[in-house]
């Protein structure tokens, strides 16, 4: 319980949407998940058969010594053998204006690479022309979990590049607003 002088931190208490169990209803659970922004990626690897790119924004950071990342990709999508296979992969953070490349990359279209500008990273995976940050990994665990896989890589190379990237939230592409009131925490 707060005490008079103690001041009350956030806005108290928002109106409830909806609330329920996953597995009951799992568009609303998809809902329920949408409230929580990320950036959008697209993922990038060569292998035997060719070269694989998908869009995901399932990307986060993990360690910074070793410095790992980790995405997800759903068991049944077509590039999942590829992306197990593939020793490195590549990590292409977008821009605010590549949404028709975030829309590219989240269709099955056989010539994915023919409608953007990239070159070859490590391990031939593409670097996608015009992305705010390319991270190069090469990929050291795969996890089951449900009904995707969890890869995490070891970056081994970086570059990040003016502009401002391209979010996804409640199922739409946004771009980011710094709010003046506050710096962000600083964790100690
Ligand atoms: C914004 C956005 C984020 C996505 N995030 C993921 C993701 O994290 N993991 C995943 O497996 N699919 C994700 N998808 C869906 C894939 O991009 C889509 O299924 C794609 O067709 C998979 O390619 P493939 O089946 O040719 O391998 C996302 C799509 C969009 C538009």
Request: hydrophobic share 40%; glycine share 8%.
């Amino acid at each position: 319980m707060l005490m008079e002088e103690q001041v009350a931190v956030g806005q108290g208490q928002a109106s409830l949407l909806e609330r329920g169990r996953p597995l009951d209803d799992s568009r609303a659970f998809r809902r329920c998940l949408g409230q929580y922004p990320t950036g959008v990626a697209v993922i990038t690897a060569s292998h035997d058969s060719g070269l694989v790119g998908m869009t995901v924004n399932s990307f986060a950071s993990v360690s910074l010594d070793p410095p790992l990342i980790l995405w997800s990709i759903r068991r049944e999508s077509r590039s999942v053998e590829a992306f197990q296979s593939a020793e490195h992969f590549v990590v292409n953070v977008l821009a605010h204006d590549q949404i028709e490349v975030s829309n590219w990359f989240c269709k099955g279209h056989p010539e994915k690479f023919e409608q953007v500008a990239w070159e070859a990273g490590l391990g031939g995976a593409p670097l996608i022309h015009g992305a705010v940050a390319h991270l190069e990994c090469q990929r050291v665990s795969i996890q089951e979990a449900g009904d995707h896989l969890i890869l995490i890589g070891e970056v081994k190379q970086y570059a990040h590049f003016d502009g401002k990237p391209l979010t996804f939230s409640n199922g739409e592409y946004a771009m980011t607003q710094v709010l003046p009131r506050e710096p962000a925490c600083q964790p100690n």
